[in-house]
């Protein structure tokens, strides 16, 4: 079984994300905030956010009971289970070892893996590891399942517009629709200090707006150089931008993804690479001197190359970006989100398609990667991932909140942060049936979590399986 294994990669995604979200140009003139200040200025539309009933943990176990329900995967056949999330529920306990309780129903322990964190880069290690292990002599041939969840809140402020909450789950194994070209693969990894969470009493990250953004670029920078160089030596030709059907990227806001791809152009055009035509060229002279720094600050030459690269953003960027700006940054799961709306918007179409993947966490970690799609069989087709992820419906189904609720929503959600000894409402009329959420913590953080069902309502607790929770 060892190391043979062909195309191994996704063979099944599911995505989760809340049904409570406020639109961006209603939260802007709540704010006061200069009008497109959220919606041009950042390139969002809406934001998901998680109530008292919702966290990282009940997301995580309404994903991946869902994809193990609706692609008929057997809880016996997973071998290992990785977590990527940056939302700290416990300094010690995974929240891995929460979701093995939908797999101790069927006796099944025998699940390696824990959670990875590095901001918005735990799921794409995460990811990284089953890949992996799926490929070595370690495999025992179960499936892998990577699960990427987070919240992002911010305090009150220029920042808060740029949060939102999601829970994404794959499936990974050989002959997927979805495989990873593993053997072109470019990372930066350093040390800054752009985003950071260092006061684990609170949930709010100490933000440096500007230096994050530069660290995106540098790292897409050196990423994008290393990807080149292995697939130069590998296949012995230049690798450009026409080389990769779509692009999809670790997504804060819509505005970064728009200058990252522009980006790309500019790397292009300094590598004298073919996709760059001769007015791209004159366009994006001017600049050819800038030192790095002076290229990361330009304001000029980010007008340019977004111009020069606008035709081709439309077509290979755009289809990817649709759960991103209607969602929020979901941190580990953003390029995952991405991702699975490339998959929504052209599920027909991607067989044969190259997808290049670029996946950014601060602090600072960063992959370029690329995937190969392939048509699949049943249940593990492109066309049986858009339709049990079934994106369209579950942002139709959404339920908009008023500026003034959000904010109280936000101030209950900080008030509870960390706390012990409460019930939540149990309210649950929002959420869809097969929805996980949250009933209490008890005197001991101890947390447990209802199933919403059609009739009857199950409930599972952290610790001995049972709980009453009178709902």
């Given at each position: ?189 350093s040390h800054a200090y752009d985003f950071y969470k260092p006061n684990l009493a609170s949930e ?59 980006r790309l152009w500019f790397d292009d055009f300094l590598r004298n690479a073919s996709s760059v ?89 960063a992959t370029m990667f690329s995937f190969r799609l392939r048509g699949g069989q049943l249940p ?92």
């Open positions: 079984m060892a190391s043979h294994q062909k195309n191994v990669g996704i063979l099944a995604m599911e995505i989760y994300f809340p049904p409570t979200c406020i639109r961006q140009e209603v939260l802007e003139a709540h704010d006061g905030a200069s009008k497109g200040k959220y919606t041009i200025g950042l390139g969002q539309d809406c934001m998901a956010f998680c109530t008292e009933v919702e966290d990282v943990i009940s997301m995580s176990l309404t994903a991946v009971t869902s994809l193990l329900e609706k692609y008929g995967v057997d809880p016996k056949q997973i071998g290992r289970l990785e977590v990527g999330s940056e939302t700290v529920i416990d300094k010690s306990k995974s929240i891995k070892t929460f979701l093995m309780q939908i797999f101790e129903e069927t006796g099944n322990t025998d699940i390696e893996g824990v959670d990875s964190t590095n901001a918005c880069y735990g799921g794409t290690a995460a990811l990284f590891n089953c890949v992996n292990w799926v490929e070595s002599s370690s495999w025992d041939g179960r499936y892998g399942l990577v699960v990427c969840t987070d919240s992002a809140v911010y305090a009150e402020g220029p920042a808060r517009p740029t949060g939102g909450a999601a829970a994404i789950a794959m499936l990974i194994g050989p002959d997927a629709p979805i495989a990873f070209e593993s053997k072109f693969r470019g990372s930066h990894m709010y990250p100490v933000v440096d707006g500007k230096l994050s953004q530069t660290c995106y670029l540098m790292a897409l920078d050196s990423c994008y150089t290393r990807f080149c160089q292995k697939y130069g030596k590998l296949e012995g030709k230049q690798f450009s931008i026409d080389d990769a059907d779509y692009f999809v990227f670790h997504s804060p806001y819509n505005k970064l993804v728009q200058k990252s791809f522009a035509d001769e007015a791209a060229k004159q366009k994006l002279a001017p600049f050819s001197t800038l030192t790095g720094d002076e290229s990361y600050q330009s304001r000029d030459l980010e007008k340019a190359a977004q111009q020069v690269s606008k035709p081709s953003y439309d077509a290979k960027v755009v289809p990817a970006t649709l759960i991103p700006k209607q969602v929020g940054n979901m941190y580990t799961a953003s390029i995952y989100a991405a991702f699975a709306s490339l998959i929504h918007n052209k599920h027909n179409s991607l067989a044969g398609q190259r997808v290049l993947m670029f996946s950014y966490g601060s602090g600072l970690a593990f087709s492109l066309s049986n991932i858009a339709n049990v992820m079934n994106v369209g419906e579950k942002l139709k189904s959404r339920h908009e909140f008023p500026p003034e609720k959000f904010v109280e929503t936000m101030k209950l959600m900080e008030h509870m942060y960390g706390g012990k000894d409460f019930v939540t409402s149990k309210d649950c009329s929002l959420l869809a049936p097969g929805t996980y959420y949250l009933t209490e913590v008890d005197s001991m953080y101890r947390r447990f979590y209802a199933k919403k069902a059609g009739a009857n309502t199950t409930s599972i607790a952290c610790e001995n399986g049972s709980h009453a929770n009178g709902h």
